[in-house]
């Protein structure tokens, strides 16, 4: 149930125009190109995207892109949206792509307050989005409070020591948080952030690897313990697809309330 568009089955169209006008297509009637299976329209809005370390170099050799990038792909909105690679494999970019996605942001706030924000991460990419977060509660653009609709967090991890996203700060409205099962012993020492705050915050555990939850299985490490395999090629791709279609989801169930 939509409840800002109501929708009549027998006529098979929705009752009120697309929110956003002919920026929508030429059908005035019509919801993510018709096509709701495969396309994103979560809020209608801006999304920020930005992606896992070093995703410039392994982004590129996958034939079905990342979740993050295939998110950003899909995502149909007003307010147009932004992808950003992930930092370098020693935290380097952290900062520059932080004050990057909050310009950006800032700009879109400043030309309409009301706009609707979203940001969407992996990996390190997840702690940039918490620190965006953090920065539009701090320093807001004028007439706004800095406020995020939807933050949807693939295993974002704290690697990075000059900042701290474990607490998601109170402007983000929806926090939805894919993490890996600590069981599957998946890079044990990366630790996750941004585990804790938003005014609704949902998290869900997956067998997957650390790699596995941000869309690239296998890619990354084959954990053991003790020389026992935790996990297999197969379990990885499995529950990594489960990792997508949760997060997406999440971002549908938001929209329906925020549109």
């Given at each position: ?5 109501p929708?009549?089955p027998?006529?098979?169209h929705?009752?009120?125009r ?10 005035l ?7 709701p ?8 809005f ?9 995703s ?6 996958l034939?079905?892109g990342?979740f993050?990038?295939n ?12 992808y ?12 520059s ?32 989005v918490i620190l ?12 706004t409070k800095g406020?995020?609709?939807?933050m ?7 690697r990075?020591?000059?900042a ?13 948080h894919?993490?890996?099962?600590p069981g599957v012993?998946?890079r044990?020492?990366?630790g996750?952030?941004g ?35 935790t996990?297999?090629?197969?379990q ?20 329906l309330?925020?549109l």
């Amino acid at each position: 149930m939509y409840f800002a568009r109501p929708y009549d089955p027998n006529a098979a169209h929705w009752l009120t125009r697309d929110p956003i006008g002919e920026q929508g297509g030429q059908n005035l009637y019509g919801f993510v190109n018709n096509n709701p299976v495969n396309n994103v329209d979560a809020l209608g809005f801006y999304l920020a995207a930005v992606d896992g370390t070093d995703s410039e170099k392994w982004v590129g050799q996958l034939h079905h892109g990342s979740f993050v990038l295939n998110f950003y792909n899909d995502y149909i909105g007003s307010g147009g949206k932004d992808y950003e690679n992930g930092p370098n494999l020693f935290g380097g970019g952290v900062s520059s792509t932080v004050n990057k996605v909050y310009n950006n942001i800032y700009d879109v706030l400043k030309k309409n307050p009301k706009e609707d924000i979203n940001l969407v991460g992996h990996s390190r990419g997840g702690l940039i989005v918490i620190l965006v977060a953090k920065k539009l509660h701090d320093n807001p653009p004028p007439c706004t409070k800095g406020e995020i609709k939807f933050m949807g967090l693939y295993d974002a991890v704290d690697r990075y020591l000059w900042a701290d996203g474990s607490v998601i700060p109170d402007n983000v409205d929806f926090v939805a948080h894919a993490r890996r099962d600590p069981g599957v012993h998946s890079r044990p020492w990366f630790g996750n952030t941004g585990t804790s705050g938003g005014k609704v915050y949902m998290q869900q555990f997956f067998w997957v690897t650390h790699s596995g939850a941000g869309g690239d299985p296998w890619g990354g490490d084959h954990p053991t313990i003790n020389g026992v395999p935790t996990i297999t090629q197969q379990q990885d791709i499995d529950d990594s697809k489960q990792v997508d279609e949760w997060m997406r989801n999440n971002a549908r169930m938001t929209g329906l309330n925020g549109l």
